[in-house]
């Protein structure tokens, strides 16, 4: 399958932990195949405490040409790029670099508009509506700015961390027209609730809100990318909820990130008319 690798290939990695999970290393393959790019993507698993151990290493590699990158250093990596994508400065937390050739890194990040995109394409167009968004990491922070970039008529926002979504909150109102505050995790009075964090990705996990706290035809998004269905979309389906995994974000992200990195990209069964892109 991977025949195609030779001394010339342009390496492009994932960087995170843990990536039991993560689609993009197939995704990639298969597109570079498809276009007879010389290219691939393999995995990193990079731990907390090793990512600046691995930057140091990464940038010695001469055929590095991107880096995508995942939790938990979507926000640590801002030290260790060149420059910012606007995309990026805002969000303060990056999910992709482009490296390059003259050994610059520039981070950016569609978790935000990739999200959006997704909600799109699958009619849940967060416009008007009012967001209970959960978790104000990296992913969380991205999400909080497309969605109210996109029209949300009020955002509130939930995070263990009380400070780290208040902060968020006060970023977002300055940046956006969009209201914007800290609230509590009850998703009892709103028409969209996004699970940014990563609660539902391991077995046995609990649920980010109590599902039955949902009211029927609320658009649930469940951010987390797996093959089985998270306890929540089960739970908020069983409700009449309109629910929305990980694949659709998944995509989206895909779009824009091949945009910045030079690669086309339209995946199978979407359309993208009418939709700009970075």
């Not at 990639?28 to 151990?53: H, I, T, Y």
């Not at 797996?226 to 974000?249: K, Y």
Request: glycine share 12%; proline share 5%; aromatic share 6%.
């Amino acid at each position: 399958m991977m025949s195609h690798i030779s001394g010339t290939t342009r390496l492009y990695g994932l960087v995170g932990d843990p990536l039991k999970t993560a689609k993009s290393p197939q995704l990639w393959n298969r597109l570079f195949m498809e276009q007879g790019a010389d290219a691939a993507c393999v995995p990193f698993l990079v731990k907390d405490n090793d990512l600046s151990a691995f930057v140091a290493g990464a940038r010695a590699v001469g055929n590095l040409s991107g880096l995508l990158v995942t939790m938990p250093h979507k926000q640590r990596m801002l030290d260790y790029v060149d420059e910012l994508h606007p995309t990026a400065r805002d969000v303060g937390a990056i999910n992709v670099i482009r490296c390059t050739s003259d050994g610059r890194w520039i981070g950016a990040n569609f978790d935000g508009i990739g999200c959006v995109l997704g909600m799109e394409w699958e009619g849940l167009h967060p416009a008007k509506k009012s967001v209970l968004l959960i978790g104000a990491g990296g992913a969380g922070r991205a999400i909080a700015f497309a969605v109210a970039s996109a029209g949300a008529r009020a955002l509130t926002i939930f995070d263990v961390d009380r400070g780290r979504a208040e902060d968020l909150a006060k970023s977002v109102n300055v940046a956006t027209d969009c209201h914007a505050t800290f609230g509590a995790s009850d998703p009892h009075e709103f028409e969209v609730v996004i699970n940014a964090t990563s609660l539902g990705m391991k077995p046995g996990d609990l649920p980010p809100v109590d599902p039955g706290r949902l009211k029927p035809d609320t658009i649930v998004v469940d951010i987390v990318t797996r093959a089985e269905p998270t306890f929540l979309c089960i739970a908020a389906s069983e409700r009449g909820c309109r629910i929305q995994n990980g694949r659709p974000m998944h995509e989206g992200q895909a779009v824009h990130t091949m945009r910045f990195l030079g690669f086309d990209y339209v995946p199978e069964g979407r359309s993208m008319q009418g939709i700009g892109l970075q």
